[in-house]
């Protein structure tokens, strides 16, 4: 189970930090990601990360300004957004998939939603101009 956190309502500029904790996922190797739906729109990836390595993979659209990172300890899971704009605002989900046996055969993390199979309830990021 997943459940994600920290969304609002900021102004243009502004940062928020999105958290994501994961229960009942007893996996060594996994990937962690972050995607968002805006209205009208399909979901689209945006970051992730690699339990196993850190190795982070984001889509351009927020490349500088946005920053994935995981407590593997905590079973936590973080979007850091910084300079928020109003194209930001969406939808934002938290998504996980495991790995059993050496399954894992991502080189670099996944973006692509049909690649996860545990997914958060959602959170609304909305950024004012």
């Known amino acids: 189970q997943l459940q994600a956190s920290g969304g609002g309502l900021v102004q243009a500029g502004e940062s928020l930090r999105l958290s994501c904790a994961l229960s009942?996922?007893?996996?060594?190797?996994?990937?962690l990601g972050w995607f968002r739906q805006a209205p009208g729109k399909e979901r689209e990836g945006i970051a992730c990360i690699s339990n196993t390595d850190g190795r982070t993979y984001y889509v351009d659209s927020v490349k500088g300004r946005f920053t994935i990172s995981s407590d593997n300890a905590e079973m936590t899971e973080y979007l850091q957004m910084n300079n928020l704009a109003p194209e930001d605002t969406a939808v934002y989900y938290c998504?996980?998939?495991?790995?059993?046996?050496?399954?894992?055969?991502?080189?670099?993390?996944?973006?692509?939603?049909?690649?996860?199979?545990?997914w958060g309830q959602g959170t609304q990021v909305t950024v004012s101009s």
């Open positions: 009942g996922f007893h996996f060594d190797d996994y990937v």
């Open positions: 998504a996980a998939r495991g790995f059993s046996n050496g399954a894992n055969y991502y080189s670099v993390c996944p973006l692509g939603p049909w690649e996860y199979n545990y």
